[in-house]
């Protein structure tokens, strides 16, 4: 007489795992088998339970990962504790790949979702929709868009830069515009040299360049060669001849009046250049003296005395049988 324990039929039942198939919902076998001598219908139907389990679990361990992109549908998460999609990280990564995402954990609330636009290449998602950013003007709001635009002004330049976690501004002055201090030092501001060669039609040129004449403006213009005397012009950055007269706007400037490397203060007027009355008598200077005529009529002219000698101060005037002369004054 043959009998079988729990334990024996486990293991008989085991033995079958290789060959035979398990229909676990009925805990039957699809090819029936004959009971052992003393084994009882319970004993055979406990070992058959017990070979369920144990094929389950062996078949749980061997089982691998699920591949959600390839092996899921119609995934929920709303039951799960707590879902993770992106990376994080204090600092954007420096390498990246199209339609990456990553969340900067140092970024302020509404800039810390960063895509990867392109390789190596993250632009935070603001949501693009109206409404994201309001700007304003001194405490003035000017208006609410998804975009603010930066242009640059008459003198001053604006650097952008996109850093990766902010756009960085940098506002700076534009020095061929705007007066500096150090420019108004060097005196090239209002600085006009002449180099045309000629005594009584002037060319000069300034930096920058003059873009048309303003009226009142002031030049400091340093003439190349004495002038001539009579009719002159001024011609600044090719923007065409202007007349220069002295300060009555009438008369013609006279031989003296421009002299070669000395700066003369000129204003525009309109039409014409006035030149600035000098405060202090011509000769003084040391230029050479021109013959009284009308044109210098009623000049004051200094002459330097040497050791020994006197000052001379003299005025051009004429006598009642109109000769012009220098008339000593001192």
Same mark, same amino acid.
């Given at each position: 007489?043959?009998?079988?324990?729990?334990?024996?039929?486990?293991?008989?039942?085991?033995?079958?795992?290789?060959?035979?198939?398990?229909?676990?919902?009925?805990?039957?076998?699809?090819?029936?088998?004959?009971?052992?001598?003393?084994?009882?219908?319970?004993?055979?139907?406990?070992?058959?339970?017990?070979?369920?389990?144990?094929?389950?679990?062996?078949?749980?361990?061997?089982?691998?990962?699920?591949?959600?992109?390839?092996?899921?549908?119609?995934?929920?998460?709303?039951?799960?504790?707590?879902?993770?999609?992106?990376?994080?990280?204090?600092?954007?990564?420096?390498?990246?790949?199209?339609?990456?995402?990553?969340?900067?954990?140092?970024?302020?609330?509404?800039?810390?979702?960063?895509?990867?636009?392109?390789?190596?290449?993250?632009?935070?998602?603001?949501?693009?929709?109206?409404?994201?950013?309001?700007?304003?003007?001194?405490?003035?709001?000017?208006?609410?868009?998804?975009?603010?635009?930066?242009?640059?002004?008459?003198?001053?330049?604006?650097?952008t830069s996109d850093t990766g976690q902010s756009i960085s501004v940098q506002s700076g002055l534009d020095t061929s515009v705007a007066?500096?201090?150090?420019?108004?030092?060097?005196?090239?501001?209002?600085?006009?040299?002449?180099?045309?060669?000629?005594?009584?039609?002037?060319?000069?040129?300034?930096?920058?360049?003059?873009?048309?004449?303003?009226?009142?403006?002031?030049?400091? +213009?340093?003439?190349?060669?004495?002038?001539?005397?009579?009719?002159?012009?001024?011609?600044?950055?090719?923007?065409?001849?202007?007349?220069?007269?002295?300060?009555?706007?009438?008369?013609?400037?006279?031989?003296?009046?421009?002299?070669?490397?000395?700066?003369?203060?000129?204003?525009?007027?309109?039409?014409?250049?006035?030149?600035?009355?000098?405060?202090?008598?011509?000769?003084?200077?040391?230029?050479?003296?021109?013959?009284?005529?009308?044109?210098?009529?009623?000049?004051?002219?200094?002459?330097?005395?040497?050791?020994?000698?006197?000052?001379?101060?003299?005025?051009?005037?004429?006598?009642?049988?109109?000769?012009?002369? +220098?008339?000593?004054?001192?």
């Amino acid at each position: 007489m043959h009998t079988t324990t729990p334990f024996a039929s486990i293991t008989f039942y085991f033995a079958f795992c290789r060959n035979r198939e398990v229909d676990v919902k009925y805990f039957a076998w699809k090819e029936p088998l004959c009971l052992s001598e003393g084994e009882t219908t319970m004993t055979r139907l406990n070992a058959k339970l017990l070979w369920v389990l144990c094929c389950s679990a062996i078949s749980m361990i061997a089982q691998t990962q699920l591949d959600l992109r390839s092996q899921s549908k119609a995934v929920d998460f709303q039951t799960a504790p707590f879902t993770k999609p992106l990376k994080t990280g204090s600092v954007l990564p420096v390498t990246c790949t199209l339609g990456e995402l990553f969340f900067p954990t140092t970024a302020g609330p509404g800039n810390n979702i960063y895509a990867c636009v392109s390789t190596n290449t993250w632009v935070v998602q603001t949501g693009g929709g109206a409404g994201s950013a309001t700007i304003q003007n001194s405490g003035v709001t000017v208006g609410t868009r998804p975009i603010l635009n930066l242009s640059n002004g008459a003198g001053v330049l604006l650097a952008t830069s996109d850093t990766g976690q902010s756009i960085s501004v940098q506002s700076g002055l534009d020095t061929s515009v705007a007066l500096t201090k150090a420019a108004e030092q060097s005196g090239e501001t209002l600085l006009c040299s002449s180099s045309s060669g000629s005594g009584t039609t002037y060319t000069c040129s300034m930096l920058p360049i003059l873009a048309t004449y303003s009226s009142g403006m002031v030049l400091h +213009w340093i003439p190349d060669v004495d002038g001539l005397g009579g009719p002159t012009t001024l011609n600044v950055d090719s923007l065409g001849a202007i007349p220069v007269k002295l300060a009555d706007g009438v008369t013609d400037p006279a031989p003296g009046d421009l002299v070669a490397n000395q700066m003369v203060g000129v204003t525009y007027n309109d039409s014409i250049f006035l030149l600035i009355s000098r405060l202090f008598p011509a000769g003084i200077l040391g230029e050479a003296q021109p013959t009284c005529s009308a044109a210098v009529r009623g000049r004051l002219w200094f002459v330097a005395g040497s050791s020994g000698n006197k000052d001379s101060l003299s005025v051009c005037a004429k006598d009642n049988l109109n000769a012009y002369a +220098w008339r000593i004054v001192y």
